[in-house]
């Protein structure tokens, strides 16, 4: 957070940011030592396994039981640069905690990597960036966005000596960092000072405000850059087919949360007061539903057509939801959206669900829950610029990758949402950024391996 | 419920527990809260000769476990830094208050028979049930030529007991150090000057660590350390194997001995018995959670004594001593195999891991489908050294099984792959 910032608090952003406080917080010096000693430091650790970028988990949890938080946090940089946003946003109930070897046995409780994994990077402290660029290699790649997937391959090209230039239709790098994840998971401008934290390697330069399909092309991308790494994101709503969908108050959940992670003030925002309905089972109707909840809704619904078990959202996940109040109705599909005479949203209609030989089927009973707006989260889609001439290939709605994440396009790589490969998930994004640009990289150059040692070491 | 109290020496005691002679024992205020929790005993804290010793500002330091509990405490406080004649009235009076607990009086006087005749017959005076004499204390007072420097001479061990045994008719314990060689001598020259009994061990000289931004050691005097005596669990192990040492000397066998050393519950208590001991001594568990501790101490050595159908201290007392020998004496037919409990693993792998880098290779590891690994024992490989069992977080999933193959006990005097066997 710089000093303007903070100085220029008005009493509405302290009452938001009191409202949206980190709802994990962190682990005291003495808590992480005593939590850090937990670790079994595991042979071919299952964690690491677990881990979709690979940080070498059992080795920076030892730095920091050994007092050693530059280590720690080298040790997770050297994997996942985005290491401080993954420790808060990462579901580790299904991913490293979920593997740990201490589930198993009679404490059944798996050392809070997480937990660890924040108190390393937030209390590290390096002399400018932890790594130094290599030699330059004169060459030059375009990253087309700045969420998690760009700005991983951006900073691991750079780290490589190559030089790099960032395109990003909105006027702040960070992706779902900065714009969509849930306003208590990455609190204090967390996404911004991460970015500057990548950014302080040097050699990438990020041009804001600029949009494929409207302000680049690919084709003039792949003319004047050396490679080219596609990392666009996910940009549609996913529509619920039924009428009156295009009213004011039926809102997509991603632009509000955008919406309320940019307020800086609670009266830009359009808070339902009584109720509220949310449509999804994903973290983000989670997400947007928990949030309505803190901004004060009386009720918040949300509803899902399948049962808890299906949800994409984690049962940590849910569970947050149910701390929350949240009411949860499965078994339920949206039938219409009701409006008034004057055009007010008043609640919707469902019908309850059922499965039949593996199908989902309309029951008989009917319901309808009163609502003044209505919150879609049932899931992104990519919507590829239609001006663009040259387009990769597109397989269920993303880009298809290849081994090592290129496209069908010779010199055009992907990563992150916008590709169809893992859960979406910032840390997948991570890696997918990273493995690109060491495959870049060892295209355009050689023996990337070598020079990576190099890197990582100094 | 078994009977807890002992008779070490003619010193009666309603139960084993004793506070050493340390900064817990320093006062009468201390000593009455320590009888009020219901410790049996306590050997009052080192007089000396006036004028008093004078304590340096910063004496202790400690090092740490995994969770930040004390595993091993430092110090380097001198012996009691009050005045001979207060700490005598103030024995006189408790003694004559708590009649029925042990009160043993430490001494560390010059090596002058006079001077220990003056001391001993003014304790005398006092009703103390007898005298510890402090030949242990490492730092400070041996630059003095007393403590260590007088324990660490048999001669002058034996010299001074048998001035205190000529000189007074209290029970004589000598409080032995550990840093030394050997330290059957010490024992052995207590036991002929006439020693009632010996207690063991006082501190080690220690540094628990450097401040590494101080360049220095703490306890830090001024950006200055000096080394101090070391206790708590860490010297547990040195303690036992002392203990353990005088107690199957054959010079030295039956000679009463009451057990110091990391002592923090019944079971480490009821190891020195186990080892010989007669009466333990307590400080450091004291000194980091405060008398009450005792009450957790009696009841769980009378609950395993009555598990166990002990009916008072002397039924267990030694009974470890014939089965701690001499390596050459152990059975070389003797085997033991690891086997794993794969329904127990949690496959956390460090049995494999230390196994193969730093022992015998005995462990398998097969990559499961699921990306989990299995682990197994090479029965040929495994030479039952017990690392993978110490390395297993999991309660009886590593076990050491008998693999014996029916041959009769043999040990290393026998073998003949011994090329010194002694001939038959």
């Known amino acids: 957070m710089n000093k303007d910032n903070s100085v220029s608090y008005s009493q509405q952003q302290l009452a938001l940011n009191q409202m949206f406080k980190d709802i994990n917080p962190a682990l005291s010096a003495r808590q992480a030592g005593i939590e850090s000693s937990r670790c079994y430091y595991c042979y071919d ?99 087309v966005g700045a969420g998690p997937a760009g700005l991983s391959c951006a900073h691991r090209l750079s780290l490589l000596g190559n030089d790099v230039d960032v395109f990003e239709a909105e006027d702040k790098a960070g992706g779902l960092n900065e714009y969509g994840i849930a306003k208590y998971k990455l609190t204090e401008n967390f996404a911004q000072k991460e970015v500057d934290f990548i950014l302080s390697i040097g050699g990438i330069t990020v041009h804001y405000e600029t949009a494929l399909g409207r302000d680049i092309t690919l084709e003039q991308l792949k003319e004047d850059f050396d490679a080219v790494f596609l990392s666009i994101g996910l940009q549609d709503t996913s529509s619920l087919y039924l009428d009156n969908e295009d009213n004011e108050m039926v809102i997509n959940s991603v632009d509000y949360i955008k919406e309320l992670r940019q307020a800086t003030d609670l009266k830009q925002l359009d808070i339902p007061k009584d109720s509220a309905v949310v449509i999804g089972a994903g973290n983000t ?38 701390n929350h109040q949240v009411r949860i109705k499965t078994w339920s ?17 469902f019908r309850k669900t059922y499965l039949e030989d593996g199908k989902l089927k309309g029951g008989d009973v009917q319901f309808d829950v009163a609502c003044s707006a209505i919150f879609k989260a049932v899931g992104q889609k990519m919507a590829y610029p239609d001006a663009e001439q040259l387009i990769p290939t597109i397989s269920n709605g993303k880009i298809a990758t290849f081994h090592n994440q290129l496209t069908s396009i010779d010199g055009v790589f992907a990563g992150g949402d916008c590709t169809g490969v893992g859960q979406d998930l910032t840390v997948e994004a991570v890696q997918q950024g990273k493995l690109a640009a060491i495959a870049i990289n060892e295209q355009l150059n050689v023996s990337t391996t070598t020079k990576l040692q190099t890197a990582l070491s100094a | ?70 595993s091993g405490f430092n110090n380097i406080e001198l012996i009691t830094d009050r005045s ?64 260590a420097a007088v324990g660490q001479v048999p001669e002058y061990v034996e010299m001074v007991t048998r001035w205190c045994k000529q000189h007074s008719k209290m029970p004589v314990i000598v409080k032995l150090t550990p840093n030394i060689t050997d330290v059957r001598l010490p024992a052995r020259a207590a036991k002929s000057g006439g020693a009632d009994a010996v207690s063991l061990i006082n501190t080690i000289n220690s540094i628990t660590g450097i401040d590494l931004d101080a360049m220095a050691a703490r306890p830090m005097v001024d950006g200055k350390s000096t080394h101090g005596g070391y206790c708590g ?13 005088i107690a199957r000397d054959p010079e030295t066998a039956g000679l009463p001995i009451s057990g110091i050393g990391g002592i923090g519950n019944w079971k480490d208590a009821a190891e020195f018995i186990a080892l010989g001991a007669g009466s333990v001594q307590v400080c450091t568990a004291a000194m980091i959670y405060g008398f009450n501790i005792v009450e957790e101490m009696k009841e769980g050595l009378s609950n395993w004594m009555d598990s166990k159908g002990y009916e008072n201290i002397n039924d267990f007392k030694g009974l470890a001593v014939p089965n701690t020998t001499d390596w050459k004496k152990l059975n070389m037919n003797y085997k033991v195999v690891a086997t794993i409990d794969e329904d127990k693993c949690i496959g956390c792998g460090r049995c494999y891991q230390a196994c193969e880098d730093t022992s015998h290779q005995a462990i398998t590891v097969t990559s499961n489908d699921d990306g989990t690994n299995t682990f197994g024992i090479i029965d040929d490989n495994c030479v039952g ?40």
Not at chain 1, 107 to 115: D, F, S
Not at chain 1, 299 to 317: D, F, I, N, P, W
Not at chain 1, 333 to 349: A, F, L, R, Y
Not at chain 2, 401 to 416: A, F, I, L, T
């Open chain 1, 45 to 143: 650790a299952p964690c690491i396994k677990a881990c979709p970028s690979k940080i070498n988990i059992p080795s920076f949890i030892a730095s920091i039981h050994a007092d050693d938080l530059t280590g720690a946090a080298k040790t997770i940089y050297k994997e996942n640069i985005m290491g401080g946003s993954c420790a808060r946003v990462c579901p580790t109930e299904i991913l490293c905690e979920q593997a740990c070897v201490r589930n198993h046995e009679a404490e059944q409780l798996p050392v809070k990597i997480g937990l660890l994994q924040r108190h390393a990077t937030d209390n590290a402290e390096f002399e400018g960036h932890p790594f130094e660029r290599a030699a330059s290699t004169g060459k030059r790649i375009a990253v």
């Open chain 1, 333 to 349: 599909q949206p039938e219409s959206i009701d409006v008034d005479d004057n055009g007010k949203v008043t609640g919707m209609s």
């Open chain 2, 233 to 245: 669990p860490a010297v547990k192990p040195i303690a036992l194997s002392m203990t353990s040492e």
């Open chain 2, 1 to 70: 419920m078994a009977d807890l109290s002992i008779d070490f020496v003619g010193i009666k005691s309603p139960n084993p527990f004793w506070l050493a002679s340390a900064p817990p024992t320093d006062k009468a205020y201390n000593v009455e809260r320590a009888y009020e929790a219901g410790w049996g005993g306590v050997v009052w804290k080192t007089l000396g000769e006036d004028p008093a010793a004078v304590n340096v500002s910063s004496r202790y330091s400690a090092l740490y476990d995994h969770n930040g509990d004390v």
């Open chain 2, 385 to 424: 050294c017990n690392l993978c069992e110490i390395t297993c977080p999991v309660d009886d999933c590593i076990t050491m099984d008998e693999r014996s193959e029916g041959q009769p006990y043999m040990n290393w005097m026998e073998d003949v792959r011994n090329p010194h066997r002694e001939e038959a």
């Open chain 1, 285 to 322: 109707a989670i997400d947007i539903a928990c949030q309505l909840k803190r901004l004060g809704t009386e009720e918040v619904t949300l509803v899902y057509r399948r049962g808890e078990e299906q949800m994409s959202a984690t049962k940590h996940e849910q569970q947050i939801a149910k």
């Open chain 2, 84 to 147: 001979l004649e207060i700490n005598l009235r103030e024995i006189t009076e408790v003694k004559k208050r708590w009649p029925d607990r042990a009160l043993v009086v430490s001494l560390m006087m010059p090596c002058e028979e006079q001077v220990w005749k003056r001391i001993l017959k003014l304790v005398e005076a006092t009703g103390a049930d007898g005298v510890e004499l402090n030949f242990g204390c490492p730092h400070g007072m041996p630059e003095r030529g007393m403590g």
